[in-house]
């Protein structure tokens, strides 16, 4: 490969690809792409949701059967189904937050934008936070918060045992769910990303590389196209298991037996 060729594709793909510079020289240096792709999801889904319920219809729009439905989908097939009857009252957090990773995720595979927030650990630890506040706060409103201890901690088994047991439920309940939560929707976006990066360079490197690798190069764009379909269903899957565990762990904060 070529000084000048080097000098222009940035390869092989690191962790510091997601590391972007500020987007105007000289300012703040967290004022990023990343931060405005953020700030863009939020205002989007806001003014999105706003304009279709502007003047409902009884016949809805397309924009207001659209909201209509991602609302309905998570109301009836998470909330309602993971925590039942009082999984109405936390159907509007569960689906602002499916509504928000899932747009957040899709930045990843959309050109020109290919960069999804949640591919830096501090996004999803930020909504993994609030998914755990919200199930603990929930539980210690329901049972107080002794109650809400010995719900959490104690679970049916013989007494001998529990000295065991109770480390290995404090450790599950408060600190590896907020862990598992942010880590597997970090650790799906940034290998997805990374795993794009690869395919796409690597045709730019074999085409520049070798007249007898031009063919590989058109294989490796392929496979990307193909990687970005699949990267689509992780998308949707992502934000899907992210709010159904959250719903869980309501479910269970609220339950009266562990």
Not at 30 to 52: E, G, H, N, P, R
Not at 179 to 189: D, K, P, Q
Request: overall charge neutral; glycine content about 6%; hydrophobic content about 55%.
């Amino acid at each position: 490969m070529s000084a000048r060729f080097a000098a222009e594709v940035p390869w092989p793909p690191s962790v510091e690809d997601f590391y972007l510079p500020p987007v105007v020289h000289g300012t703040e240096p967290w004022f990023t792409k990343v931060v405005i792709l953020v700030w863009v999801a939020v205002a989007a889904l806001i003014i999105y949701f706003l304009v279709s319920y502007r003047d409902p219809k009884l016949v809805p729009t397309k924009k207001q059967w659209l909201a209509e439905s991602i609302y309905g989908f998570v109301r009836n097939n998470i909330a309602k189904d993971m925590i039942g009857h009082d999984g109405l009252r936390f159907a509007p957090y569960l689906t602002t937050l499916f509504c928000f990773i899932l747009l957040t995720n899709l930045f990843g595979i959309i050109p020109g934008i290919q960069m999804s927030p949640n591919s830096h650990i501090a996004f999803p630890a930020i909504l993994a936070i609030i998914s755990w506040v919200l199930f603990n706060f929930v539980g210690i409103q329901k049972h107080g918060f002794a109650g809400y201890m010995k719900h959490s901690l104690i679970p049916p088994a013989p007494w001998f045992i529990l000295p065991l047991l109770i480390p290995i439920e404090f450790a599950s309940t408060f600190l590896f769910r907020p862990f598992t939560l942010a880590v597997r929707l970090f650790a799906n976006m940034f290998a997805g990303h990374m795993i794009l990066l690869v395919f796409t360079l690597g045709g730019f490197v074999m085409l520049n590389s070798s007249a007898l690798l031009a063919p590989v190069s058109i294989l490796s764009w392929l496979m990307a196209i193909a990687l970005t379909f699949l990267e689509a269903l992780v998308v949707v899957l992502q934000a899907y298991v992210f709010t159904v565990l959250t719903a869980s762990y309501i479910q269970g904060a609220l339950a009266e037996e562990h």
